[in-house]
């Protein structure tokens, strides 16, 4: 199995800025994200359903990088309140956020000869119902504030490529890479950017519990590289269009891949 390169240090590319990120609880892309931003000098609202692992990431966080400069707020995507109170809170604490990255998505593996409606309907609410609330909401702000912003979805190369047992978690990734695009248009009239990026295989925790070791070795095995992405390789992808050196991109889905196939 290949090895992933040496850890990328910060280097101060969100200073200054207030940045959202949902699904930031735990050891994953969200998590890995927040640390990034973090170390790029941003300050950071973190947001996840899971109360406890929130709880504790914040915690973990706080230590590291001072009280000051990360907070916490118990988010579930599906519901909307919710998702107003969370930006309510941005708005009341910072006057809007400047980054807003929605990672939160559910994912899971049935034949869609046997999928039940209520299996499909909880992947599209979180996954692509949720990335729409957070995106509307951040458009909202963003507008609100009249001092632009930018938005990054956590989409999946699954968008793009079929994968038996995926057929929920593959629309709904596909329709979130249609959401980007045309929020791109819109977006642009408030000097806001929204782009998304697309992993092929970012382990984590998850992702380990919920896919076979066979499946797993199949997976990696289609990676150029022989191995799956670091949680935080992603994170660096999502700190370039999150700042200034991605300034002229727009629209666009950009994969954090190396499969062949």
């Given at each position: 199995?290949?090895?992933?390169?040496?850890?990328?240090?910060?280097?101060?590319?969100?200073?200054?800025?207030?940045?959202?990120?949902t699904a930031a609880a735990g050891a994953g892309i969200g998590g890995a994200t927040a640390r990034r931003f973090l170390e790029e000098g941003a300050r950071v609202l973190l947001s996840d359903a899971h109360r406890r692992r929130l709880a504790e990431s914040r915690a973990v966080l706080a230590d590291e990088f001072g009280a000051?400069?990360?907070?916490a707020q118990p988010c579930d995507v599906t519901d909307e309140e919710q998702v107003r109170a969370l930006f309510a809170r941005v708005a009341e604490e910072h006057g809007g956020p400047d980054v807003v990255v929605n990672n939160a998505g559910l994912g899971g593996t049935a034949a869609l000869v046997d999928m039940a409606d209520e299996q499909w309907g909880r992947v599209l609410d979180t996954t692509l119902n949720g990335t729409f609330r957070c995106t509307r909401a951040a458009?909202?702000?963003?507008?609100?504030?009249?001092r632009g912003g930018v938005i990054v979805n956590n989409a999946s190369v699954l968008g793009w490529r079929a994968q038996t047992g995926q057929a929920h978690y593959a629309a709904a990734k596909?329709?979130?890479?249609?959401?980007?695009?045309?929020a791109a248009l819109e977006a642009a009239a408030y000097g806001v950017r929204v782009n998304a990026v697309a992993p092929s295989l970012a382990m984590h925790p998850h992702l380990a519990k919920?896919?076979?070791?066979?499946?797993?070795a199949e997976l990696v095995e289609r990676e150029a590289f022989g191995r799956y992405a670091e949680p935080w390789e992603v994170a660096n992808v999502i700190v370039f269009l999150a700042g200034d050196y991605s300034s002229y991109m727009t629209g666009e889905i950009v994969p954090v891949s190396s499969r062949r196939a």
């Open positions: 199995m290949g090895v992933p390169p040496a850890y990328v240090p910060g280097h101060g590319l969100l200073r200054g800025r207030t940045a959202l990120v000051d400069a990360v907070a458009l909202r702000s963003f507008r609100d504030s009249g596909a329709g979130v890479m249609a959401l980007t695009r045309c919920a896919t076979s070791a066979e499946l797993l």
